[in-house]
């Protein structure tokens, strides 16, 4: 196994809130196809003591002021920040992202942890009368209650922070299950909390390779309240039926098909810097990555050649190396998916304009390549790429470019790149999306409501919004003034 300057030894330390199993999984780096880590395979009766443990801490953590909450989340972003070159080789070990991806999920997920810290103390419920003076009102936020956190394997560290952080802030007690090909950076991030002074059981991180078993296990518990969940569409309908059995607030944040818009009136070269950063981010492996580029006729063949050159010159290599700008995809399953994607394209007349080289195996690689001329019916124009290949698609009219945007059940992220401002606002109110990046291939922002419309989910994370999907509210009523 590759020795890790820090997490294996962390991970066998078990401390308070995490569970051992006799039996274990293996966790692999995906650029060498090595094991990195053993960790405890829990199965139900694992994830029902940590909700034990759950449910029993959170009346206390109800009760405990804003001021705690918040001072503990503090604490949390100091922590990751001091851990963070650490936690950067853990994130680029187990997932593969180069290491200065792996830098920037750190501080972007610290920085969820600070917000939240920050949101924590802000009152949430209010006073007032009824409109004939009669009854006085007064709303109270309270906690939701145990949640389960369900994390996917691209941005494990960022995720959780995105859930735990506001769950924490809310007062809630949660179990944290991270995706089985990488649990091992939200081992060491429930371990910073617990350093960071929230009591046992405020979280507990549950490990396992068998995903559907626990969830389900928790889900048919009553004192389970809400699920949160980030992953495939096809997932999040399933833990939607099954929460709707119990009536379960939920958060669901779920595929995209993101189109990318340029108009002939756009910059050439922001354009083409846009689009690199929409497409290649976590190498492709993002729910927001631009999955159809969309451009105008008048502008389509300089984008492609520019496009098609910055593509070609990535250098996809070992995701440790400073220099590398790609590193391998998660697993030969997400290769296969590009693959068969690209083969089917090609298939039914695509023409591939740019291929980079990738290394030789082991390791899961995957050309970053560009195509054109992808016809209507291509699957890559209907399914979530996740992984480093750009599709375009030609329009000749803006109607037709909203028309060929909103042709899917997704509604994540959308981009757009014009100079008019007037479009940018026209084209933006007509997507159906629940982002819009406008001349700009990047739009999460801790401070802003990140989530979709149609299948891409129920709920925001981040911003005020985040919070609000822990708490409810109670209304209390009494004579008027
Ligand atoms: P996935 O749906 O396969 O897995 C996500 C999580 O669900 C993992 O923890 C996994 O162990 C668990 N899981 C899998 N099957 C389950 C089942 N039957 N019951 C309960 N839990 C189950 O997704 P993934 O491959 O890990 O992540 C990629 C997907 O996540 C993409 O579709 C991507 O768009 C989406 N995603 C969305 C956002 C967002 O904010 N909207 C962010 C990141 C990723």
Redesign the pocket.
Known sequence: MTTLSWGTDALASVPDGFLTTESTFEVFDPSTEQPIAAVADCGPTEALAALDAAAAAAPTWAASTLRERADVLHRLFDALHANSERLAQLLTLEVGKTIREARGEVAYAADYVRWYAEEAVRPHGRSTVSPDGRNHIVTVAEPVGPCLL??????PLA?AARKVAPAVAAGCTAVL?????TPLTSLVFGELLLEAGAPPGVLTVVTTRR??EV??ALLADPRLRKVS????????R??LEQAGRRVLRTSM????NAPFLVFDDADLDLAIREAMIAKLRLGGQ??VAANRFLVADGIADAFVAGLGAQLAALVVGPPGDEGTDLGPSVDHRAVAKVNRLVNDAVGKGAVVVARAPIPDGPGHWVAPTLLDQVPADADILHE?V?GPVAAIRRFSSEDEAVALSNDTEHG?AAYLITRDSERSRRVASRLQSGMVGINRGLVSDVAAP???VKQ??IGR?GGPEGLQEYLQFKYLSSPGF
């Open positions: 369900i994390t996917p394997w691209n941005v995720m299950k991270p995706a089985e090909l995903p559907a969830s389900s969940f980030t992953g495939s569409t096809e997932v999040g399933l833990l944040e779920l595929g995209g993002s729910c979530e996740f994540l990140f989530g979709g891409s989910g994370e």
